[in-house]
T-cell receptor, first 112, second 112 residues
Framework: QKEVEQNSGPLSVPEGAIASLNCTYSDRGSQSFFWYRQYSGKSPELIMF????GDKEDGRFTAQLNKASQYVSLLIRDSQPSDSATYLCAVKNGTSYGKLTFGQGTILTVHP | DVKVTQSSRYLVKRTGEKVFLECVQD?????MFWYRQDPGLGLRLIYF???????EKGDIPEGYSVSREKKERFSLILESASTNQTSMYLC???????????FGDGTRLSIL
């Protein structure tokens, strides 16, 4: 069983719609959750992080965490073609030093 | 602003060569990481370091070693390069265990 799972997609949404990206994790001791965006040929770029159950909003992005269900999601409102990228979910478990486990990523395409 | 610098964007080496990949961060971060990223396999942790001269194996350390003689610099060494080490190599750093990792631009390494 993969430790962090994402639907690889591609997820295709029209411009202006809400894109919903999902991630599940297996380690109940996981403490911190991160979403990265990666454009083709580029390195991952941090979008958001969340530590507590509930929602966290930053501009057009909302991260949602449900530890009981071991589920974290990223919502992108008013999607733009420039949001087209691979979105990586990363989870930090109970070990120290900030080691992360990454999902394989979801490819998002926003079409005009 | 966070700055993680990798010495080369593209590198071509020959089988059997000893290869050095350098990573420097200017934020006084404690923890540094080396990943490789391959299509279909996602980001995989090779080694990480939580202090000067301290290192821990990640998920795929075979064929690699690391060096951290100064806090700001973390080097990845391919002892005897092989074609299966052709990949995108990403360095990241974080100030503490629960803070996000910040990535360098990556080095695309080809072993011929």
């Amino acid at each position: 069983q993969k430790e962090v799972e994402q639907n690889s997609g591609p997820l295709s949404v029209p411009e202006g719609a809400i894109a919903s990206l999902n991630c599940t994790y297996s380690d109940r001791g996981s403490q911190s959750f991160f979403w990265y965006r990666q454009y083709s040929g580029k390195s991952p770029e941090l979008i958001m992080f969340i530590y507590s159950n509930g929602d966290k909003e930053d501009g057009r992005f909302t991260a949602q965490l449900n530890k009981a269900s071991q589920y974290v999601s990223l919502l992108i409102r008013d999607s733009q073609p420039s949001d087209s990228a691979t979105y990586l979910c990363a989870v930090k478990n109970g070990t120290s030093y900030g080691k992360l486990t990454f999902g394989q990523g979801t490819i998002l395409t926003v079409h005009p | 602003d966070v700055k993680v610098t990798q010495s080369s964007r593209y590198l071509v080496k020959r089988t059997g060569e000893k290869v050095f990949l350098e990573c420097v961060q200017d934020m006084d971060h404690e923890n540094m990481f080396w990943y490789r990223q391959d299509p279909g396999l996602g980001l995989r942790l090779i080694y990480f370091s939580y202090d000067v001269k301290m290192k821990e194996k990640g998920d795929i350390p075979e064929g690699y070693s690391v060096s951290r003689e100064k806090k700001e610099r973390f080097s990845l060494i391919l002892e005897s390069a092989s074609t299966n080490q052709t990949s995108m190599y990403l360095c990241a750093s974080t100030p503490s265990a629960n803070q996000p990792q910040h990535f360098g631009d990556g080095t695309r390494l080809s072993i011929l």
